[in-house]
C-alpha cells in the first residue's frame, strides 16, 4: 500500500496551516521542539505556541511564532541556505527546505528580474518563515510519504499590503508559483482577503505529485486541520490533511496532457535540439510526425506528452526553440503498466538488464531486454542474434513459456 497525503486548499493555504496540520495528526510536541532546536542560527530569536482552537466548529491546531525583537534586516537565499546547512537536522529536511526556499527565490527572482544571488527576501526570509519551512520539512520528512494529492486552491480575492506596497490578490510571487506549476484555482466560496500565500504555495508545489480532487484511498488513518488566523465569512480558516492508504496497483491510470503544434518554417537540423531540451525538463514522450499543410507545403507536428507539473515549462521551451506562434494542449487519460527492472545472467552473454511490465493482478505483460545492455554485447555477436537469445530466455524463465 502508498502511504497518501492529501492536502486541501479550500480556504488557501500558509505556512502556519501547514505546519498546523501535520501536527494535529499528532505527531510528538516535544520531539518538534528539540529538532527545531537544532536550528542553531535562529535559537532565542523567537517562541512557538502551539494550541488547539475553533474555526466555525472545526477543531484544529494552531501555530502561532512570536519573535523575540522585531527585524530590520533582510535575508538572500545565500544566508538562508546557510542557516540550514549549519543546522542539526537530518539531510532529507534540509534538502526539502532548500528547494522549498529555492522555489520562492524563482519566483522573487523572476518578478524583480534578478538573479537568485539578488534576492533578498521581506516577508519570507522573516524568521517566522524559516521557522514554517524548516519545521514543515522536519515533520513531514518524518513521515515517510509515497504521493502527495493537492487540491485545487482558494486563493481569496481583494488585495493586500507587502513590502512593496498594495497589491492583487494573488500576490505577484504566489501568482507565479501558481502558473508554473498549473495549480487549479477554485474561488468557487468568495472571499475578500488573502488566503494563499507564498510561503504556502511555495510548501505545496514543492512536495505535490499532483492536482487533483478528493483521491480514492483504500483506508483513511487520519483526517487533521491545521488553522489559520482569519475568521472568514463563509468558510472556516483551515487547511484539512487526510493521511491514509491507496493500494500499489501493478497497473494505474492517471492523467496527462499532450502539447502539440504545427511547424512548416523550421530547419530540420534543428528538431534534435529541441527533443534534448524537451527531455530533460521531464518530457515523458516528444515525437515528430511529417504532415502536408495548406498550399502542398511540407511540415512536421511536434508533439509532447508531460506531467501537469512540467507543462508550462516545456510550452516555454517549444516558444523558445521554434518557430511556432502557437501550442495546442488537452488533458488525456493514461494506462499504464508497473515497470520493474531486474538483471538476469544469461548464458554466453552476462548480466542483462530486462524491463517488465505488470498488469493490476500482478501478471507479467510485457517483457524486453534493454537496449543499451545488448549494444554493449555487440563486439563479438551481432545485434539481432543477442536479442534471439535474450528473447528465447525472457520467454523460457520469464513467461514460463516450454
Known sequence: MKKVAFFECFAGASGDMI????????????????????IGDINNQYKIKISDILKKGIKATDVNVELEKHEHHHRGLSCIVNII???EIS???????????TNLAKAEAHIHQKSLDEIHFHEVGAIDAIVDIAGF??????????????????????FVKCAHGTMPVPAPATLYLINESGWPIDNGSIEKTELLTPTGAAILITICDEFKT??????????????????????????????????????SQDNIWVLETNIDDMQPEI????????????????????????????ACVLKVICEQKHKNNLENIIFKETTT??????????????????????????????????????EIISAKPEYEDCLKMTKNMPLKEIYHIINDYIYKNIFKYK
Open 19 to 38: 505546519l498546523g496540520a501535520l501536527l494535529d495528526l499528532g505527531i510528538d510536541r516535544d520531539w518538534f521542539f528539540k529538532e527545531l532546536e537544532k
Open 85 to 87: 546547512d549549519s543546522s
Open 91 to 101: 539531510v532529507k529536511a534540509k534538502d526539502l527546505a532548500k528547494k522549498i526556499f
Open 137 to 158: 520539512s522536519i515533520l513531514y520528512t518524518s513521515l515517510n510519504i509515497d504521493k502527495v494529492y493537492v487540491s485545487p486552491v482558494n486563493t481569496g480575492i481583494g
Open 214 to 251: 478528493y483521491p480514492t484511498f483504500n483506508k483513511i488513518n487520519k483526517v487533521a486541520y491545521g488553522s489559520g488566523k482569519k475568521d472568514l465569512e463563509n468558510l472556516p480558516n483551515v487547511l484539512r490533511l487526510s493521511i491514509g492508504e491507496i493500494e500499489r496497483n501493478f497497473g
Open 271 to 298: 528538431y534534435e535540439n529541441v527533443m534534448n531540451k524537451l527531455y530533460k525538463n521531464r518530457a515523458l514522450e516528444v515525437y515528430i510526425t511529417p504532415v502536408i499543410m495548406k498550399k502542398s507545403r511540407p
Open 325 to 362: 506562434f502557437g501550442i495546442r494542449s488537452y488533458k488525456v487519460n493514461r494506462s499504464v503498466l508497473n515497470k520493474e527492472v531486474i538483471k538476469a545472467n544469461i548464458e554466453n552473454l552476462g548480466k542483462i538488464s530486462i524491463k517488465i511490465g505488470k498488469n493490476q493482478q500482478g
